[in-house]
């Protein structure tokens, strides 16, 4: 089987709305021997960040961000075993509390949820507060759980300015030093997360678990 192609299929699927699509090419893919994380960031997360796009762009709708979750629902519950036993294997429990969430106004949760469920795997304590997140809510339950790290993803560049003004509410409260702050999502990119105040940012899941285990000094 051509790894490029099942890849491909996979995106298409994805950008497709075809649930029972991405669901079979990422079992094909899996059978093949394909990586796991090649098939999340090459097939799936590359069809939800063309779907963000369109979405964005206006090309795009409610109807067809529904589809595209359901789509990447269905593949994730066939590749989340594969990924889960990849990211465990040699790890032990390590010490960290982590913060996950979605920032308010936007509800996008794919890239939030495979991040949380590595981190987790990864022996993390994480804490996901869902989507649409107040900045305060978060930051109350930062302070209320004793978090090390909080972590916050959005898929809609319009979202992105509440990500400054989190860091811009931890500076006010005068809690700013006590937490790293991490953020994600398909148009956050190094150089903005620098300019924000941010302590870091990752490409894909994989890279945000070597971030965190930098940061806190566990790998």
Request: a negative charge; proline letters at 2%; one cysteine or more.
């Amino acid at each position: 089987m051509d790894k490029d192609n099942i890849i491909e299929q996979i995106s298409q699927a994805v950008i497709d709305g075809d649930d029972a699509a991405s669901a079979e090419k990422t079992r094909l893919a899996l059978e093949s021997g394909t990586d796991p994380l090649l098939i999340l960031n090459s097939g799936l997360m590359a069809g939800a960040e063309v779907v963000g796009k369109r979405f964005e762009q206006g090309e795009y709708f409610l109807p067809e961000l529904l589809l595209t979750a359901r789509a990447l629902k269905s593949a994730m519950e066939v590749i989340k075993p594969a990924l889960l036993e990849q990211q465990s294997m040699g790890v032990g429990r390590v010490s960290g509390k982590i913060i996950v969430a979605t920032i308010q106004t936007d509800i996008h949760d794919i890239g939030k949820n495979i991040v949380a469920s590595l981190l987790t795997a990864s022996g993390y304590d994480v804490t996901d507060m869902g989507v649409d997140v107040p900045l305060k809510s978060i930051v109350d339950k930062a302070e209320e759980i004793g978090a090390d790290i909080i972590a916050v993803s959005c898929l809609l560049t319009t979202s992105m300015p509440y990500m400054k003004d989190l860091i811009e509410l931890l500076k006010g409260r005068g809690v700013r030093s006590k937490y790293k702050v991490l953020v994600g999502g398909a148009s956050v990119t190094k150089a903005w997360a620098e300019s924000i105040g941010a302590d870091g940012t990752a490409s894909n899941a994989a890279d945000a678990v070597v971030l965190v285990r930098s940061l806190l000094g566990s790998g």
